[in-house]
Every structure is written in structure tokens, then in C-alpha cells.
Nanobody, 118 residues
Framework: QVQLVESGGGPVQAGGSLRLSCAASGSIFRINAMGWYRQAPGKQRELVAVITSGNITNYADSVKGRFTISRDNAKNTVYLQMNSLKPEDTAVYYC????????????WGQGTQVTISS
């Protein structure tokens, strides 16, 4: 089985920064795309950023220029550096990974709360 464990969330004032990490563990042959999603209260889960195995990145328009996604393939870890945080960035942030074991499956982390105060 594969597990994704997130860390790095918490409260921060507007304009501040946070760095989220998500480490994958288990019987992993390869990880394809990895990404971050978020879900605010009363809203649907939305894509924040995604990075392919070839380090091609894509961002939601709302975070472009403020957030940076990166990955360390040797550690099976994906990061999300979040700068210039706004109250509207408040949400639970979830890590996602497309993992190749004996087949290809999508896995999710448990989520980490990010709260931005004005």
C-alpha cells in the first residue's frame, strides 16, 4: 500500500509564507504526476498546482506568481512553497500522486489545514 503524509500547514498572517511537504511511502515503483489541491469550507476541491515526472508544472490562475511546486524524486516528496498568502488561500490542502506499483493508482494525503488571517 502507498501512503502520502503532508506537513507544513498552520496559521499565518496575510502576506506571509508557508511551505507544504508531502512524502509518499510504500511499495512504489514510480510516481508520475504529483499535485496539490485545496478545499475551502462550502466549496469544491480545486487544483492548486501539479508537477509531472519531467518537472513540467501547471498552476491555478489564482496562485500563479505566488506559489511554487517542486519535487524530489529521490525522496518521493512534493513541495508547495506559498508566498504572499491571502485570506482566500485558507483551505485544507491535499496532496495527490499518481503512483505506479503493480498498476497505476491515484493516492491522496489526509490534508493539512492552512489558515490565513488578515
Amino acid at each position: 500500500q502507498v501512503q502520502l503524509v503532508e506537513s507544513g500547514g498552520g496559521p499565518v498572517q496575510a502576506g506571509g509564507s508557508l511551505r507544504l511537504s508531502c512524502a509518499a511511502s510504500g511499495s512504489i515503483f514510480r510516481i508520475n504526476a504529483m499535485g496539490w489541491y485545496r478545499q475551502a469550507p462550502g466549496k469544491q476541491r480545486e487544483l492548486v498546482a501539479v508537477i509531472t515526472s519531467g518537472n513540467i508544472t501547471n498552476y491555478a490562475d489564482s496562485v500563479k506568481g505566488r506559489f511554487t511546486i517542486s519535487r524530489d524524486n529521490a525522496k518521493n516528496t512534493v513541495y508547495l512553497q506559498m508566498n504572499s498568502l491571502k485570506p482566500e488561500d485558507t483551505a485544507v490542502y491535499y496532496c495527490n500522486a499518481e503512483v505506479v506499483t503493480t498498476r497505476v493508482d491515484d493516492f491522496w494525503g489526509q490534508g493539512t489545514q492552512v489558515t490565513i488571517s488578515s
